[in-house]
């Protein structure tokens, strides 16, 4: 189960109206929803003129996204979603995306399938990048940079994709010079983690920030003396409470949880832009330690 997946069931669990889940989600939530506004709850209707408004939004927004976005407390985006006969909020965007693909297959085709397809991803990605972009402070960067180069040890750590991020900073990193050692396995990270000191530094990467083990091993390197450092897309979270410095990514997800790339590619590039920090901190040093380790590579 993911973490997107975990934490709708706690909201669902918590929102306890007494109002039983459908069997089957019913389709055509924006019909639904047009056709009962006037019948809604304040706080629903907030969530419903987000959706009528962007419906396209909705779908690659995340519970908490959604209702930031209306103002109003998550347990009601779960009761809105049951009112409108779905199972949750999950089911909801899913039917979402449904109705918005087949109100695409009623209009007019000014373009191949496989070229939309294209396009459609490239956007959400290009989005997710901006956003990023304009979340993060380049002074903070700088801070964040400046401690990595002059870190006895950078501990990165993630669990499932974003132990990948983890592990391909550490191959990044390491090419430079820099002394990084990253973990996927739960137990490692917390013992690498609760090993550290100043003036290392500890990088945790969890998209939700929700993630149990990822919490708590940078609690427990904040603990031990170690500099943290936060890249998730909730500054509220847990993790965001654990560290240091919060460096945000703006990540938008799909229909289905679990299958976008846009929250990698806010991963990736943050940790680009640490890298490029730290190249631009001691040029001709990057360099020596970046020749030598391509002259060890291709000695292989």
Do not use: N, W
Not at 52 to 67: G, K, N, Q, R, W
Not at 178 to 195: E, F, G, K, N, R
């Amino acid at each position: 189960m993911s973490d997107t997946d975990r934490h709708e069931k706690m909201v669902e669990q918590s929102a306890g109206d007494g109002r039983p889940a459908p069997a089957k989600a019913l389709p055509h939530p924006l019909q639904t929803v047009r056709s009962i506004y006037a019948e809604l709850p304040a706080s629903e209707r907030r969530i419903a003129d987000v959706l009528l408004h962007d419906p396209e939004s909705v779908v690659f927004a995340s519970i908490t996204d959604l209702s930031q976005q209306a103002g109003v407390a998550e347990s009601s985006v779960i009761r809105f979603a049951r009112r409108i006969g779905q199972r949750g909020y999950q089911s909801l965007k899913l039917a979402l995306a449904q109705e918005l693909a087949g109100s695409r297959k009623e209009e007019p085709p000014d373009e191949g399938e496989d070229s939309r397809t294209l396009r459609t991803v490239m956007s959400r990605h290009r989005r997710a990048l901006e956003e990023t972009m304009a979340l993060l402070e380049p002074a903070l960067c700088e801070a964040v940079a400046a401690r990595m180069a002059g870190a006895r040890r950078i501990h990165v750590f993630g669990a499932g994709p974003t132990g990948v991020a983890a592990l391909d900073a550490q191959f990044r990193f390491s090419r430079i010079g820099l002394p990084v050692v990253a973990t996927t396995d739960a137990y490692l990270t917390m013992i690498d983690a609760s090993l550290l000191e100043a003036p290392d530094v500890a990088i945790a990467i969890s998209v939700s920030g929700q993630t149990r083990e990822i919490v708590a091993s940078l609690q427990a390197a904040r603990a031990a003396g170690a500099y943290c450092v936060a890249v998730t897309s909730h500054s509220r979270s847990p993790l965001a409470r654990s560290a240091h410095a919060i460096l945000p990514i703006a990540a938008t997800e799909g229909p289905i949880p679990g299958t976008a790339f846009t929250a990698k590619v806010g991963i990736m590039y943050v940790l680009d832009v640490l890298l490029s920090a730290v190249i631009a901190r001691d040029t001709a040093r990057a360099l020596d330690f970046a020749q030598r380790t391509t002259v060890a590579v291709k000695a292989k």
